[in-house]
């Protein structure tokens, strides 16, 4: 039931127009919560305000529209919650979406990893302030822990040399493992980390974009074998109102996720942090999303040979990692 009066927490949810995000929003607002989502289309955010005015939630509702593949539209989206509130409860982190081929943003990355990946790094960092101004604000970012699966190729992190989209797919669900023990060894708030695998989940979002015969394959899986979207979330909706005391928790379709895991190694997690932070100063510039900012800024030896970072500047060449 609907509850009136003032929101009881203040939720965002990344990729809040589909799927399991959508899932997440509408639960959230049935709790009675202030809850924004944040989408790339529209239409879908039109439809989802009209659901939100069925449950009389319309004042307590938010959609910001935004690319999340843009470090630009993170800024944005940030400075927007900020404006609405001044306190986050929880972040709910869902945007993906599968590339059939490899596409670039304007900002130079590789797509996927631009919003699978390296959007989750910034609104996770970003809104730290916001978790800060919390009581015991939490992070659900939902994704494939406890997956052995892959791993980040830290030589080949854009995907220049060999492009596939499962392998992309993959790569990023590793590098949200190694970010949920980055943000627990090296913390830029008080916010606690749930990464979350739901397992195979009736949702369609992601493959619109899809060729057949791939998208007709995984609509028919779809139908026949995954979960409803409220099963898959129900744990994750509970979360918010009791998140866990450990800074960092993983859970792999119910079953608690072993952080001992080589997916989880914590001198990975501080490369891929360190290699996340040069990539964002060197492609884009000096961003107030970026932890530890100021102390960042004033050193920039780390750069090496690379050009020094301006903000607003064209992307720049291509840079490998090792
Ligand atoms: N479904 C499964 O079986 C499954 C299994 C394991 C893990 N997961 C993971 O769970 C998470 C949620 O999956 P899902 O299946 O619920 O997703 P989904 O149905 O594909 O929805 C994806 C959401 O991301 C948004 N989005 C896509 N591109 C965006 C962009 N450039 N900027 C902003 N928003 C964007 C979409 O909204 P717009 O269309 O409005 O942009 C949509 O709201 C994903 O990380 C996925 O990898 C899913």
Do not use: W
């Not at 979406?97 to 943003?105: I, L």
């Not at 695998?197 to 949702?203: A, E, I, N, V």
């Amino acid at each position: 039931m609907v509850k009136q009066g003032p929101p009881k927490k203040t939720v965002v949810v990344s990729g809040g127009t589909d799927g399991m995000g959508r899932g997440m929003v509408l639960a959230r607002l049935k709790q009675g919560d202030a809850v924004i989502a944040i989408g790339s289309s529209p239409e879908k955010g039109r439809q989802l305000g009209l659901e939100a005015a069925g449950l009389a939630a319309d004042d307590r509702f938010h959609f910001i529209r935004a690319d999340l593949s843009s470090i630009a539209e993170n800024e944005r989206v940030v400075t927007k919650i900020a404006e609405l509130h001044p306190a986050v409860d929880a972040l709910v982190l869902c945007a993906n979406r599968q590339s059939p081929r490899r596409e670039v943003t304007a900002e130079g990355l590789e797509s996927t990893f631009a919003l699978y990946y390296l959007s989750r790094y910034l609104l996770s960092h970003g809104l730290r302030a916001q978790f800060d101004a919390a009581p015991a604000p939490v992070i659900i970012n939902i994704a494939a822990a406890g997956l052995k699966v892959g791993e980040v190729n830290f030589a080949d992190l854009q995907y220049e040399a060999k492009y596939s989209t499962i392998r992309t797919q993959i790569q990023a669900g590793r590098a949200n493992d190694l970010l949920g023990r980055s943000l627990a060894d090296d913390p830029s708030s008080k916010v606690r980390v749930v990464l979350y695998h739901p397992g195979f989940t009736k949702t369609l979002g992601g493959i619109t974009h899809l060729k057949q015969p791939v998208k007709g394959i995984i609509t028919l899986l779809s139908t026949m074998a995954a979960k409803p979207v409220e099963k898959a979330i129900a744990p994750m909706v509970a979360v918010i109102d009791d998140p866990p005391a450990e800074v960092l928790t993983g859970n792999n379709q119910g079953k608690p996720v072993d952080l001992a895991m080589k997916t989880f190694d914590p001198a990975n997690a501080r490369k891929l942090a360190s290699v996340t932070h040069r990539l964002v100063l060197t492609q884009y510039g000096d961003s107030p999303l970026l932890p530890n900012a100021t102390k960042e800024r004033t050193d920039t030896s780390f750069l090496g040979g690379l050009d020094s970072p301006r903000q607003g500047d064209a992307p720049h060449r291509p840079i490998e990692f090792s």
